[in-house]
């Protein structure tokens, strides 16, 4: 009875997402049929027109999750390795229920956030000092006023992926054997060596699986970017100016929909779960390869 209402739910999971999948294509057939993968090399998007494109929201989406990675990755694997290895008993008890709360805030407040107090904070002390120190690439453009763009964006995302790379890190640290960190300090390791030479490679696997998994939850995020990324239109090189992504395209225009708009959101619709279900893939491939003895062999 166990094992038939288990697999009764595994098979609705399933079926579900067979059903969304189905009704995105469904969804999207006229825009596949008219605009084809052409979709995703033209940026414009003219809905008074009927003219779409898909490439700015997936280069919005790509530069908002890279700056989300680059920041959150390591911030949230410290985190993570501070909580699990290094923190006193009394210190993990309190910072570690801290980050998984923040894990809990809605995307909506944090968008609030990012619009009140973030946007005007990049406007007015990072911008200016990038561009000074780095104004040769052209990633950091001209500073702007308002503050609100794809570089806000990203910092906003990484706000939101820190606290689930931290927490999973945490726990994958806290499964390495005692007897093998403690075997390697009593051959005369330091800290730092038990760290690098036995932690991190026997949890590199499972490290790289919750990076993972912390991108697709910046590539789905929808209104907190919507709120913070500036609603720009084109492709541009600079970080600083306005831009688009696919799941805040996606909750920006359906409200209102015009013309024929409907069909090229659920082509962005399918896109973006295509990216997401890869992801999911992605993760859950390098998640079974994590194994602390072979790792520690090898």
Known sequence: MLYAACALAGLSALALVAEIVRELVRGAA????RYGLAFVLHSRWAPNFGRFGGAQALYGTGMTSAIALALAAPIGLAIGLYLAV??????????GPLV???????????????????????AHHLEGPLHAALGGIPLFGAPQTTGLSVFTAGLTLAL?????????????????PRELTDGAAALGATRWEVIRGVVLPATAS???????LGLGRALGEAIAVLQVIGDGE?????LFLPGNALAPRIAQEFISPVGNEIPALFYLGLILLA???SISLIARWIGRRFDVTRALST
């Open 275 to 277: 990216i997401e279900l």
């Open 100 to 122: 998984e709360l923040l894990a809990a805030i809605p995307s909506v407040i944090v968008g609030f956030w990012g619009v009140d107090v973030l946007a005007p904070f990049v």
């Open 206 to 212: 499972g490290l790289a699986a919750a990076i993972v």
């Open 86 to 95: 290094l923190a006193p008993s009394g210190v993990r008890a309190v910072v």
């Open 234 to 238: 084109g492709i541009h090189a600079s």
């Open 160 to 176: 939101m992926v820190v606290p689930i790379v931290a927490a999973l890190s945490r726990d994958l640290f806290a499964t390495v």
């Open 30 to 33: 006229p825009a596949i049929s």
